[in-house]
Protein backbone atom coordinates (compact mmCIF):
# COMPACT_ATOMS: atom_id res chain seq x y z
CA UNK A 1 0.00 0.00 0.00
CA UNK A 2 0.94 3.25 -0.39
CA UNK A 3 0.62 6.79 1.27
CA UNK A 4 0.01 10.54 0.84
CA UNK A 5 -0.22 11.98 4.28
CA UNK A 6 -1.91 15.23 4.67
CA UNK A 7 -0.24 17.80 7.61
CA UNK A 8 0.15 20.90 9.49
CA UNK A 9 3.20 19.65 11.43
CA UNK A 10 2.64 20.81 14.52
CA UNK A 11 3.87 18.33 17.26
CA UNK A 12 2.11 15.43 17.10
CA UNK A 13 1.99 15.89 13.08
CA UNK A 14 5.59 15.85 13.35
CA UNK A 15 6.04 12.76 15.54
CA UNK A 16 3.57 10.77 13.66
CA UNK A 17 5.01 11.37 10.17
CA UNK A 18 8.00 10.07 12.32
CA UNK A 19 6.48 6.86 13.68
CA UNK A 20 5.37 6.15 10.31
CA UNK A 21 8.86 6.83 8.32
CA UNK A 22 10.98 4.63 10.97
CA UNK A 23 8.05 1.84 10.95
CA UNK A 24 8.65 1.77 7.13
CA UNK A 25 5.31 3.15 6.18
CA UNK A 26 5.41 3.57 2.13
CA UNK A 27 5.14 7.49 1.79
CA UNK A 28 4.69 8.98 -1.70
CA UNK A 29 3.88 12.28 -1.18
CA UNK A 30 3.26 14.68 1.73
CA UNK A 31 0.61 17.19 0.88
CA UNK A 32 0.47 20.51 3.55
CA UNK A 33 -2.86 21.55 5.38
CA UNK A 34 -3.07 24.48 7.13
CA UNK A 35 -4.12 23.88 10.53
CA UNK A 36 -1.86 24.05 13.40
CA UNK A 37 0.18 26.69 12.27
CA UNK A 38 0.10 29.24 8.75
CA UNK A 39 1.55 27.18 5.50
CA UNK A 40 4.90 28.83 5.29
CA UNK A 41 6.02 27.28 9.13
CA UNK A 42 4.42 23.96 8.02
CA UNK A 43 6.16 23.86 4.97
CA UNK A 44 9.43 24.74 7.02
CA UNK A 45 8.76 22.11 9.44
CA UNK A 46 8.22 19.43 6.75
CA UNK A 47 11.79 20.32 5.26
CA UNK A 48 13.27 19.51 9.33
CA UNK A 49 11.62 16.37 9.95
CA UNK A 50 12.92 15.19 6.10
CA UNK A 51 16.09 16.58 7.17
CA UNK A 52 16.13 14.36 10.63
CA UNK A 53 14.90 11.43 8.65
CA UNK A 54 17.51 11.78 5.87
CA UNK A 55 14.49 11.11 3.46
CA UNK A 56 13.55 13.42 0.42
CA UNK A 57 9.82 12.61 -0.19
CA UNK A 58 8.03 14.99 -2.33
CA UNK A 59 6.12 17.90 -0.35
CA UNK A 60 3.29 19.92 -2.49
CA UNK A 61 1.37 22.22 -0.90
CA UNK A 62 -2.60 24.08 -1.57
CA UNK A 63 -3.39 25.78 -4.09
CA UNK A 64 -4.06 29.33 -3.98
CA UNK A 65 -7.25 29.08 -3.63
CA UNK A 66 -7.15 27.01 -0.55
CA UNK A 67 -8.98 29.45 2.31
CA UNK A 68 -6.31 30.18 4.68
CA UNK A 69 -7.34 29.39 8.42
CA UNK A 70 -6.71 32.38 10.37
CA UNK A 71 -7.75 30.25 13.25
CA UNK A 72 -4.05 28.68 14.00
CA UNK A 73 -2.96 26.68 17.30
CA UNK A 74 0.94 27.67 18.62
CA UNK A 75 -1.11 27.83 22.21
CA UNK A 76 -0.68 24.58 21.76
CA UNK A 77 2.52 23.70 19.32
CA UNK A 78 4.66 27.20 20.14
CA UNK A 79 5.40 29.65 18.13
CA UNK A 80 7.31 28.14 15.05
CA UNK A 81 5.22 24.68 15.72
CA UNK A 82 8.03 22.45 16.77
CA UNK A 83 7.41 23.34 20.53
CA UNK A 84 10.59 25.27 21.92
CA UNK A 85 12.83 23.94 19.06
CA UNK A 86 14.39 27.15 16.84
CA UNK A 87 15.65 26.24 13.17
CA UNK A 88 17.00 28.68 10.74
CA UNK A 89 15.12 29.69 7.55
CA UNK A 90 17.71 28.46 5.30
CA UNK A 91 16.73 25.03 4.01
CA UNK A 92 17.44 24.31 0.58
CA UNK A 93 15.02 21.70 0.49
CA UNK A 94 12.14 22.10 -2.74
CA UNK A 95 8.62 21.81 -2.86
CA UNK A 96 6.92 20.65 -5.93
CA UNK A 97 5.74 22.87 -8.24
CA UNK A 98 2.15 21.10 -8.88
CA UNK A 99 -0.62 21.88 -5.57
CA UNK A 100 -1.65 19.14 -3.45
CA UNK A 101 -5.14 18.67 -4.69
CA UNK A 102 -3.83 17.91 -8.23
CA UNK A 103 -0.89 15.47 -6.38
CA UNK A 104 -3.65 14.19 -4.90
CA UNK A 105 -5.67 13.03 -8.02
CA UNK A 106 -3.50 12.02 -9.98
CA UNK A 107 -2.16 9.73 -7.35
CA UNK A 108 -6.02 8.56 -7.00
CA UNK A 109 -5.77 7.92 -10.42
CA UNK A 110 -2.94 6.13 -10.87
CA UNK A 111 -2.46 3.61 -7.57
CA UNK A 112 -6.30 3.21 -7.18
CA UNK A 113 -6.96 0.27 -4.40
CA UNK A 114 -3.35 0.53 -3.64
CA UNK A 115 -3.10 4.32 -2.29
CA UNK A 116 -4.30 5.43 1.25
CA UNK A 117 -4.21 9.21 2.48
CA UNK A 118 -4.30 9.85 5.93
CA UNK A 119 -5.22 13.11 7.12
CA UNK A 120 -4.05 14.66 9.94
CA UNK A 121 -4.88 18.20 9.48
CA UNK A 122 -7.97 20.11 8.66
CA UNK A 123 -9.73 18.62 5.35
CA UNK A 124 -9.10 21.91 3.03
CA UNK A 125 -6.97 19.87 0.61
CA UNK A 126 -8.99 16.18 0.29
CA UNK A 127 -11.76 18.55 -0.30
CA UNK A 128 -10.53 20.43 -2.90
CA UNK A 129 -9.93 17.27 -4.69
CA UNK A 130 -13.22 16.44 -4.63
CA UNK A 131 -14.19 19.60 -5.77
CA UNK A 132 -11.91 19.81 -8.60
CA UNK A 133 -12.04 15.73 -9.16
CA UNK A 134 -15.84 14.98 -8.39
CA UNK A 135 -15.86 11.29 -8.96
CA UNK A 136 -12.38 11.14 -6.76
CA UNK A 137 -14.20 8.22 -4.99
CA UNK A 138 -13.65 6.05 -7.89
CA UNK A 139 -10.52 6.11 -7.85
CA UNK A 140 -9.31 6.72 -3.96
CA UNK A 141 -10.89 4.07 -2.05
CA UNK A 142 -9.10 3.76 1.49
CA UNK A 143 -9.37 7.37 3.50
CA UNK A 144 -7.68 7.64 7.44
CA UNK A 145 -8.56 11.06 9.19
CA UNK A 146 -7.93 12.32 12.48
CA UNK A 147 -10.55 14.77 13.52
CA UNK A 148 -13.36 14.52 14.96
CA UNK A 149 -15.12 13.23 18.76
CA UNK A 150 -17.04 10.40 19.88
CA UNK A 151 -17.46 8.58 23.08
CA UNK A 152 -19.57 5.29 23.11
CA UNK A 153 -20.91 6.09 26.59
CA UNK A 154 -21.53 9.61 26.56
CA UNK A 155 -22.52 10.90 22.35
CA UNK A 156 -22.40 14.63 23.52
CA UNK A 157 -19.79 16.03 20.92
CA UNK A 158 -17.63 18.56 21.56
CA UNK A 159 -15.81 21.20 19.22
CA UNK A 160 -11.92 19.38 18.34
CA UNK A 161 -10.17 21.47 15.98
CA UNK A 162 -9.06 19.67 12.81
CA UNK A 163 -12.98 19.45 12.04
CA UNK A 164 -13.77 23.15 13.43
CA UNK A 165 -11.34 24.91 11.25
CA UNK A 166 -12.51 24.17 8.18
CA UNK A 167 -15.96 22.57 8.38
CA UNK A 168 -16.89 22.80 4.98
CA UNK A 169 -14.52 20.85 3.89
CA UNK A 170 -14.83 18.60 6.29
CA UNK A 171 -18.59 18.48 5.13
CA UNK A 172 -17.23 17.77 1.73
CA UNK A 173 -15.79 14.47 2.32
CA UNK A 174 -17.86 13.84 4.98
CA UNK A 175 -20.63 13.91 2.04
CA UNK A 176 -18.18 11.62 0.02
CA UNK A 177 -19.18 7.79 -0.72
CA UNK A 178 -15.16 6.86 -0.32
CA UNK A 179 -15.18 2.85 -0.11
CA UNK A 180 -13.20 2.66 3.30
CA UNK A 181 -13.13 5.71 5.54
CA UNK A 182 -11.35 5.43 9.23
CA UNK A 183 -12.15 8.38 11.70
CA UNK A 184 -9.77 8.16 14.91
CA UNK A 185 -10.83 10.49 16.99
CA UNK A 186 -9.61 13.45 19.50
CA UNK A 187 -11.00 11.05 22.53
CA UNK A 188 -8.56 8.27 21.15
CA UNK A 189 -5.52 10.73 20.42
CA UNK A 190 -5.84 11.70 24.49
CA UNK A 191 -6.46 8.47 26.05
CA UNK A 192 -3.57 7.10 24.40
CA UNK A 193 -0.90 9.70 26.04
CA UNK A 194 2.51 8.29 26.70
CA UNK A 195 3.67 9.12 30.03
CA UNK A 196 5.48 12.67 30.84
CA UNK A 197 8.48 10.14 32.49
CA UNK A 198 9.16 8.64 29.45
CA UNK A 199 9.09 11.56 27.13
CA UNK A 200 11.52 13.37 29.18
CA UNK A 201 13.87 11.11 28.76
CA UNK A 202 13.98 10.70 25.21
CA UNK A 203 14.75 14.46 25.91
CA UNK A 204 18.91 12.92 26.42
CA UNK A 205 18.62 9.66 23.81
CA UNK A 206 22.24 8.51 22.08
CA UNK A 207 19.28 8.61 18.64
CA UNK A 208 19.09 12.02 17.11
CA UNK A 209 15.43 11.57 15.99
CA UNK A 210 14.02 10.15 19.29
CA UNK A 211 16.69 12.89 21.34
CA UNK A 212 14.04 15.11 18.72
CA UNK A 213 10.52 13.78 19.74
CA UNK A 214 11.75 14.41 23.33
CA UNK A 215 12.44 17.93 22.72
CA UNK A 216 9.60 18.97 20.69
CA UNK A 217 7.24 17.16 22.87
CA UNK A 218 7.66 19.21 25.64
CA UNK A 219 4.80 22.18 24.83
CA UNK A 220 2.54 19.66 23.57
CA UNK A 221 2.71 18.17 26.88
CA UNK A 222 2.08 20.77 28.81
CA UNK A 223 -0.93 22.05 26.85
CA UNK A 224 -2.41 18.40 27.08
CA UNK A 225 -1.66 18.43 30.90
CA UNK A 226 -3.51 21.95 31.25
CA UNK A 227 -5.80 21.08 28.94
CA UNK A 228 -6.57 17.59 29.56
CA UNK A 229 -5.25 16.90 32.67
CA UNK A 230 -2.92 13.82 31.66
CA UNK A 231 0.21 13.70 32.92
CA UNK A 232 2.05 12.78 29.35
CA UNK A 233 2.04 13.19 25.60
CA UNK A 234 -1.44 13.27 23.92
CA UNK A 235 -1.04 11.56 20.66
CA UNK A 236 -3.76 12.71 18.15
CA UNK A 237 -1.70 12.10 14.94
CA UNK A 238 0.97 9.47 16.63
CA UNK A 239 -1.88 6.70 16.95
CA UNK A 240 -3.53 7.20 13.81
CA UNK A 241 -0.39 6.50 12.13
CA UNK A 242 -0.20 3.55 14.44
CA UNK A 243 -3.25 1.79 13.72
CA UNK A 244 -2.31 1.97 9.96
CA UNK A 245 1.40 -0.01 11.18
CA UNK A 246 -1.31 -2.48 13.76
CA UNK A 247 -4.89 -2.47 12.66
CA UNK A 248 -5.31 -4.13 16.34
CA UNK A 249 -4.40 -0.72 18.52
CA UNK A 250 -7.88 0.41 17.09
CA UNK A 251 -11.19 -0.99 17.41
CA UNK A 252 -13.10 0.81 14.93
CA UNK A 253 -17.44 0.29 14.20
CA UNK A 254 -19.25 1.77 11.49
CA UNK A 255 -21.11 5.14 11.73
CA UNK A 256 -23.00 8.26 10.40
CA UNK A 257 -20.95 11.66 10.28
CA UNK A 258 -23.37 14.67 10.40
CA UNK A 259 -21.00 17.90 10.12
CA UNK A 260 -22.61 21.03 11.41
CA UNK A 261 -21.37 23.03 8.38
CA UNK A 262 -22.88 26.59 8.93
CA UNK A 263 -24.81 28.60 11.78
CA UNK A 264 -24.13 28.81 15.89
CA UNK A 265 -22.77 25.21 15.83
CA UNK A 266 -20.55 24.96 13.16
CA UNK A 267 -17.47 23.08 13.29
CA UNK A 268 -19.38 20.55 15.65
CA UNK A 269 -19.72 17.19 14.51
CA UNK A 270 -22.21 14.16 15.65
CA UNK A 271 -21.51 10.85 15.14
CA UNK A 272 -23.93 8.09 15.41
CA UNK A 273 -23.50 4.19 15.36
CA UNK A 274 -24.89 2.41 12.70
CA UNK A 275 -25.06 -1.23 11.36
CA UNK A 276 -23.46 -0.85 8.00
CA UNK A 277 -21.60 2.19 6.38
CA UNK A 278 -18.33 2.68 4.79
CA UNK A 279 -16.96 5.27 7.68
CA UNK A 280 -15.87 3.80 10.61
CA UNK A 281 -14.96 5.21 13.90
CA UNK A 282 -12.66 4.66 16.52
CA UNK A 283 -14.27 3.23 19.53
CA UNK A 284 -11.80 1.70 21.88
CA UNK A 285 -7.96 1.25 21.62
CA UNK A 286 -4.95 -0.87 23.16
CA UNK A 287 -2.92 1.87 25.00
CA UNK A 288 -0.59 -0.40 26.20
CA UNK A 289 -0.08 -2.04 22.02
CA UNK A 290 0.31 1.59 21.38
CA UNK A 291 2.63 2.73 23.75
CA UNK A 292 4.77 -0.15 22.73
CA UNK A 293 5.23 0.69 19.15
CA UNK A 294 5.73 4.15 20.19
CA UNK A 295 8.63 3.27 22.80
CA UNK A 296 10.10 0.59 20.48
CA UNK A 297 10.21 3.30 17.82
CA UNK A 298 11.45 6.30 20.04
CA UNK A 299 13.64 4.93 22.52
C1 LIG B 1 -5.75 17.61 16.10
O1 LIG B 1 -5.52 19.02 16.10
C2 LIG B 1 -4.15 19.27 16.31
O2 LIG B 1 -3.94 19.81 17.59
C3 LIG B 1 -3.42 17.98 16.23
O3 LIG B 1 -2.33 18.10 15.33
C4 LIG B 1 -4.42 16.96 15.78
O4 LIG B 1 -4.34 16.71 14.39
C5 LIG B 1 -6.39 17.18 17.39
O5 LIG B 1 -7.63 17.78 17.58
CA1 LIG C 1 -2.52 17.54 12.99
Do not use: A, E, I
Given at each position: MKYIIDTDPGIDDAIAIMLGLKN????IGFTLATGNIAPEKSEKNLKIIQDFMETNIKMYKGS?????????AEYAHGKDGLGYAVFPNNNKRKIEKSYAEDFIIKAAKKYKDDLTIICLGPLTNLANAIKKEPKLYNYLKHVVIMGTTFNPENSEPYMEFNVSVDPEAANIVYSTPFQDVKIVTHEIGIKSYVEKDYIQNLTNSEDLVSRFVGVIAIKYMEFCEDHYGIIGLGTPDPTTIAAILDPTIIEFKPCKVNIVAKGKKKGVCDITLENSSNFQVSVDLNVEKFRNIFKKTFK
Open positions: NLNVHSNKVNLKT
